[in-house]
């Protein structure tokens, strides 16, 4: 037999390529990983997680402060242009960017360990483990690209600007940020480090952490072209992607840390400083809109698991309702029907523990869930949802909205309920 013909890459003398073993992650050896190396703030070093939020801080909010108290923008009374008044730049910069810092820390670790169970738990086959390899080298590819971080840096500026905009307009309110009247009116120094470094930085870090989100729900779909060899009778009630639901759960931390830095610490400055009501809508519009769209952006991808989960399951049950039914029909003959052949006490015991078995595999199958998603991952991202808006209880019982808050709510209950 003659031998097999070479291949393209034998006759030109390279071999063939093989993908290596690449590990997956959201954040590793991007573009601000490598800033946080070179100014001695990589992972290897000690304490980096506290190191990086009080470099954060040093950047933001300090600067901003001494360069308020020392244009005499400080006051003891909560007017617009005391800046130790200002509920935003507190939420903003000493609780958002530190939630930020470690979010990424809890979401890197519990992604990366999701997509490592994906090949090792055999929920991808072996012959499939080289296309998942090549996906771990397009995200890395993704993550490491300058593009990105060039788009989040303009979009952050784009954003500060836009809320420097109402500080130009015909009827200016009075703020620490700028000075003067409509036809002469100037940023402060504070004014300008805020706008020009404090908010990009913010607005960078969270936009940064949305791109990441973006490649992590690509990933998922991407997981999903593939044919998983789920397991209907796994416990996890999911066919054995239950660590999925966990690794969303995880990013219930950037849902606290957004909600914090960009939902409450807005509302809560339009309440305490501008004097804002609640009942208008550029108040409670936001607190709604977020109270409802941050869990849902982490469930609704986990549909696209949904079609070969439901494929898993139906197949499951009509073999196994066969095979259990098949079963019961036979020990039912020896056990409700006097039978004539003895039959030894350990035969009995275990064919009743086979159907006991068979059982319990069945009524997982039924209880299999078609969404790889559990209450107790559902209500983490909840959890912080709603709790970041607490820094705003003090502020809504003082200007006495909070009674009328839960008041509104506990009717909502009742109607709901049929009360």
Known sequence: MDAQAPSTAERSGESPRVPRDVPFSLFENDRLQIAYAHLGLGSHTRHWVW???????????????????????VDFAITPTNFFADFA???QFLLGLPLFVAAEVVVDRSTR??????????????????????LHELIERLRCSAVSDVVCVLTGYAISFAILIPEFGPNPLPTWHAQGDASSRMLTAAGIWEFFVALPVLQY?????????????FYLYRITRFRLDLHPTHPDLTGGIGF?????????????AYGISNVAATVGYEIAVLNYDWSIMPVWGPVVGFAIGAPLLFTLPLFMFTKQ???SKSRALAVYRERVTEHSREVESRWLI???????????????????????????????????????????LVGSTFGSMVPLLPLLHVNGNLANILESIGKLFGHLSGG
Not at 51 to 73: D, E, F, H, N, S
Not at 249 to 255: K, S, V
Not at 354 to 380: K, W
């Open 113 to 134: 360990e999701a997509a490592r169970q994906f090949v090792a738990c055999g929920i991808i086959s072996a012959r499939d483990a080289p296309a998942v390899y090549r």
């Open 244 to 256: 999925i639901s966990e690794a969303q759960g995880r990013f219930a931390l950037y849902i606290l």
């Open 338 to 380: 006097r039978s004539e052949t003895a039959r030894a006490p350990e035969q009995e015991i275990r064919e009743l523990a086979e159907l006991a078995t068979l059982g319990t595999m069945f009524s997982r199958i039924e209880n299999m869930r078609m969404v790889p998603f559990d209450l107790r991952s559902f209500g983490q």
């Open 51 to 73: 190191k990086r939020c009080l470099a954060l801080v040093a950047i933001t909010w300090v600067p901003v402060a001494l360069l308020a108290w020392r244009q005499g923008l």
């Open 205 to 217: 870090i969270w936009l940064r952490f949305a791109w990441k989100i973006l490649l992590w729900v």
């Open 89 to 91: 730049a507190y939420a």
């Open 309 to 311: 989960l439901y494929r």
